[in-house]
Structures are given as C-alpha cells and as structure tokens.
C-alpha cells in the first residue's frame, strides 16, 4: 500500500512545498486548508503524480474537523504521516498593547487545532505503527524569547511540550513523533502576522537569506523516511544568517 499523509495548512509555504515533496515520492495525500480555490488547484496539479484528497477546513472548527476525519474513505484507515503545519503568528506589539481576540486566534489554531487532527487522526496513525509519524511545526519562538512574541512563542512551546509528552504515550506503537522548530523563514507567514504589510513583510527579509519552504519540505520528507527504529524528538533549524542576540536592560 502507498504511504499516506495528511498535512494541515497546504495552501502555502511550509505546508505545500511539503505537499509537492511528499507527492514527488509517490505518497498518497490528504490535504487541508480554509483557501479553497488554492487547495483544490494544488490537488488538481499534484493528482497527476498521485491520489490527492483535498479537504477544505478550518482546524478550528472541532466538529467539521470530526466529520471530515471520520468520514476519510476507508483506504485512509490506516495512516502513515501527520504533518500538523497550520499555524499563525498575529501582530509584534507587546502584549500590553494586543488585541486579545488575536491572543485567542493563535491559541485556537496553534494549539487546539493541532490537539484536533492529532486526537482525531492517532488511531489511523497506530493503526499503522512501525513507520508511521508525526511531525509538529513549532518554532524557535517556543524555545527561545523575544519582545513580541508572547502567545505566539508560547503556543509553540505548548506544541514542544506536547510532542515529547505524546512520544511517552505512544511508546509500543511504533508511531514517531518530531517537534520541528525552524527559524526566520521566508512564506506568507510574516504577511499574514503583519496585517497584509507588503513592505514589512518585504524588509525583513531584505539583504538576507531566510529558510525557504522546500528546505523544510526536505527536512519534514528525512524525518518521516527515517528507519524505523529512530524518532527525532525536536529539530530546531535556523538560517546561518540569523542568531540570538543580547540579554536587554532598562536603563533609567
Ligand atoms: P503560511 O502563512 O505560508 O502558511 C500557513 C498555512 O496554515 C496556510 O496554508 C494556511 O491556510 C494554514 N492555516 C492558518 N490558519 C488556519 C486555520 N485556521 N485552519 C486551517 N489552516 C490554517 O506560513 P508558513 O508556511 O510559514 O507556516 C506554517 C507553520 O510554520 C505555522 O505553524 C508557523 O507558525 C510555522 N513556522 C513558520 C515560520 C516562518 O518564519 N515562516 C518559522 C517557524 C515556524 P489557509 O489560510 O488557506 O487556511
Ligand atoms: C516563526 C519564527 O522567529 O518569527 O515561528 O518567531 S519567528
């Protein structure tokens, strides 16, 4: 049988070069997004290569995401990768001058969303054992602080927490599971975090040279074709353009 994946949030950057990695191999996919018009024209490219399901969906919605993973045709019973990408920062104000409805956003996607597929897809992804995995898309911004990164970082430092605490539960299963923490990354991410800002968006990666999506889609592709003996627990990646810089204080 094929391997199969399902990959949240493929209708850019991470999620569908990832998408055009895992289809260039030959897997199966199962792939999801809230743009319907660029999901079902990635589905329509990719299922030249292979069997494509596109699954328009908001991972925040609980009961949509239940129908749709109870309702996945039988030959996805069993499944062998997860790739939970959907995520979003929103804005770089400090916390004191946020919006908390922004606040609530990253938590319902970056966190609940991905606790839904992953609940939701476990027994497909056991189902399959030896071989099959998880790969979760955290960020350096769970690991390590910086002004303006407070929910953001923290819903990834939940998603860290969660994948080591998910590989103790599924210890005997045979299923993987990978915390993957990449740095500054060039994709709509960074659109999308400020607000649509094109010259924002286009000075922070000036004069640099970020992480592009197909580095991550070969990055994701190694770990899920690891032996299957070997699990990477956490993969932080950061481009060599970029560091971590000094302790800051407030001086009067
Ligand atoms: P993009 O903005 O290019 O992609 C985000 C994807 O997530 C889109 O496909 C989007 O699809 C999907 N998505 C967002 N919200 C939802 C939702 N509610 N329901 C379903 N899908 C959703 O950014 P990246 O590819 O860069 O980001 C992917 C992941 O990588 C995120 O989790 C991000 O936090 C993480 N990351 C990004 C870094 C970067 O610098 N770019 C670095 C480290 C981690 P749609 O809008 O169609 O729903
Ligand atoms: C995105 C990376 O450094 O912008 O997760 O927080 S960073």
Not at 26 to 54: F, H, K, M
Not at 67 to 94: K, M, V, Y
Not at 190 to 207: E, K, N, T
Not at 214 to 226: H, R
Request: proline content about 4%; overall charge negative; some cysteine.
């Amino acid at each position: 049988m094929q391997p199969s994946i399902f990959i949240t949030g493929a209708t850019s950057g991470f999620g569908e070069a990832c998408a055009r990695r895992f289809a260039e191999a030959g897997w199966s996919l199962i792939i999801t997004g809230r743009r319907e018009e660029r999901l079902l024209a990635l589905a329509d490219q990719l299922s030249a290569q292979t069997e494509v399901l596109p699954l328009v969906l908001d991972v925040r919605d609980r009961a949509a995401m239940e129908s749709a993973i109870t309702g996945l045709p039988e030959r996805f019973s069993q499944l062998t990768g997860l790739i939970n990408n959907a995520g979003l920062a929103l804005g770089t104000d400090s916390a004191q001058h946020c919006e908390l409805e922004q606040w609530e956003t990253m938590v319902d996607t970056n966190i609940k969303g991905l606790l839904y597929s992953t609940r939701l897809l476990l027994p497909r992804l056991i189902a399959q054992g030896a071989g099959a995995g998880i790969v979760n898309v955290g960020s350096i911004a769970g690991n390590w602080p910086y002004p303006g990164s407070h929910v953001y970082g923290a819903s990834k430092a939940f998603v860290r927490q969660f994948s080591l605490n998910l590989r103790c539960d599924l210890l005997g299963t045979g299923v993987r599971v990978t915390n993957l923490e990449p740095g500054l990354s060039e994709s709509e991410f960074s659109l999308v975090r400020f607000g649509g800002d094109q010259a924002r968006y286009d000075a922070i990666y000036q004069d640099t040279q970020a992480i592009q999506p197909k580095d991550i889609a070969e990055t994701v592709f190694w770990i899920l074709n690891q032996p299957k003996h070997l699990n990477i627990n956490a993969l932080e990646l950061m481009p060599v353009s970029q560091a971590w810089s000094n302790f800051a204080v407030h001086r009067q």
